[in-house]
């Protein structure tokens, strides 16, 4: 795996930041005690477009200590030289009626985009965004080694990659299996998950 660049080392020092100012919120506008997030699982599906990667993750939050107030967050893209320019096609939150609505977003390029999740009184709190890469060859990424920012594994992760068609041989960083009969499809799912290393695909045409 390529090593991280010294921005990303810098932006990735921001997200520690972050996760930090989130976690210890402590009073709201108006002086009430204010909860705080915190990240409990996610599910995420790695679309493999022949010259794109689309990554739709799933993510929820806890909410734990009362009301949270609105939040800032930063989500980074793979800085990698096998792969190319990224951009957030979309961003939402799930309502409490259960319907999406759409969340505002800043790209910060190359490193990723800022997010600004809504204030929320329930017990917890859901988001999906969509964004996608430019790939350069038979290869991806995926970061999620920024959970350790967190400071705890997450209660549950899965994953699901989608190969083009044609793709031979796979490999990766962690221990997918085929979905049934299929050779394009695969999962995998981790229980208190605290990972060290990030989600690679290789492939050959």
Known sequence: MPNNSSRVKCFLRSLVAAALAIAMVAVEAGGRPAGRLEFD??????????????????????????????QPMSYP???????????????????????????????????????????TEADALTVRTVYRQAMRSTYARYIVTTTQTWGRPLRRASFEVHLPSGAKDPTFSYPFRPKGPSVRVWTYEARDFMPREDIVVRFRR
Request: avoid cysteine; aromatic fraction near 10%; proline fraction near 14%.
């Open 41 to 70: 699982s996610e599910e995420i599906l790695i679309d493999l477009r022949g010259d794109v990667v689309e990554v739709t993750g799933t993510y929820h939050f806890r909410v734990a200590g009362g009301p949270v107030p609105a």
């Open 77 to 119: 893209y793979p800085e990698d030289p096998l792969l190319g320019d990224a951009r957030t096609l979309r961003l939402e939150w799930l309502q409490p009626d259960g319907r999406w609505a759409p969340l505002a977003f800043e790209e910060l390029p190359p490193r990723g985009v800022r997010w600004r999740l809504p204030p």
